[in-house]
């Protein structure tokens, strides 16, 4: 089995090919101080480089994973990605796992909130379980207000990962909004 390891470090590689396929690892931005946008120009120009040097281009691209501080800053994001992306050949992004990760804390921070604010006949469980088992919670260490916050914030944030979808997400989109509105 033949394994090309590129520009390895310690700790890891910045690109490693394996049979016909390149894998590279998180590229970060060399200057945290420009805008989203021209971040995401200098990190898509080093995976161009990467791929250029294992003989391929962005055209081959399977799957991409994208991290964003905020994701406030996804329009930003998006437009350097348009203008580099192969159309002909776009890869697949994670949209579908962020909103997946996204939904599940909303969930947790709602079932947390339920639990101190829901009564028994609303959740089918008895509540104030958590606070009597002096358990950890959302609510616990963010405050009622704050807790909500979050959870309405993170099911937002969920719906705008689909936002890729043109609209053929939209029932995902509403079990966004159900999560946070549930009172079971």
Known sequence: MTIQR?????????????????YLAGQIVDDGS?????????????????????????SSILTATVYLADIATFAEMNAAWDAWVDKANPPQRT????????????????????????????TGKTVGRDAQAGKATFVSILGRDRARAQAEMLSHQASQHLDIFDGRADMLKAVADFVVARRA
């Open 6 to 22: 590129f520009h390895p470090t310690p700790r890891l590689c910045d690109m490693v090919i394996h049979k016909d396929t390149v």
């Open 34 to 58: 420009t805008t989203v946008e021209a971040q995401t120009r200098d990190v898509l120009r080093q995976i161009d480089a990467l791929l250029a040097e294992a003989g391929t281009s962005k």
């Open 95 to 122: 949209a579908l796992r962020a909103y997946a990760h996204d939904l599940g804390l909303a969930f947790q921070i709602v079932d947390d909130l339920l639990d101190v604010e829901g009564t028994a006949e609303e």
